[in-house]
């Protein structure tokens, strides 16, 4: 294990609308407000999501099982944004609802908003963090700087 204090900075109150790309939008947020580390939360409404529900074994690297949901599902997640070589990498956990079925999973690649998306977006500062590809693993995870260290 390994960790860093900081302080919170700035926190953001998002609205994506209908038919926005949610990954995108937090991407863009992130760019456009010079946001380099920040953690997530919220809710709303989804409609084609491709969302990883896990490896096929429990081994590294892992082989992910993707499922792609076409329908209306219900949405609570929870995430962080890092950078990789200055581009952002969101990296959002969410469970998706439709009537009684509830997947949840790594939310990946195509996250359509259907009516509505709230989130709370919270910087962080003086947390020199990135997220670059992981070798090992075969995937990308978070890497401390030469920040405050405890």
């Not at 977006?121 to 963090?129: A, G, N, S």
């Amino acid at each position: 294990m390994e960790y860093r204090t900081g302080r919170m900075g700035r926190v953001f109150y998002v609205r994506f609308d209908h038919g926005d790309d949610l990954l995108e939008g937090l991407r863009g947020l992130v760019l456009k407000e010079e946001i380099h580390c920040a953690w997530f939360e919220l809710f709303g409404g989804q409609r084609r999501v491709d969302v990883v529900v896990g490896p096929e074994e429990p081994v590294m690297p892992p082989n992910p099982v993707w499922r792609r949901l076409d329908n209306v599902r219900e949405l609570l997640g929870v995430g962080s944004v890092f950078r990789d070589r200055g581009d952002p990498l969101v990296h959002l956990h969410g469970a998706l609802g439709h009537r009684d079925e509830t997947i949840t999973g790594c939310i990946r690649e195509r996250a359509e908003v259907y009516l509505v998306v709230e989130a709370v977006v919270y910087e962080l500062l003086d947390m020199d963090i990135s997220r670059p590809f992981f070798d090992g693993g075969g995937f990308h995870r978070p890497e401390f700087g030469r920040g405050d260290r405890d």
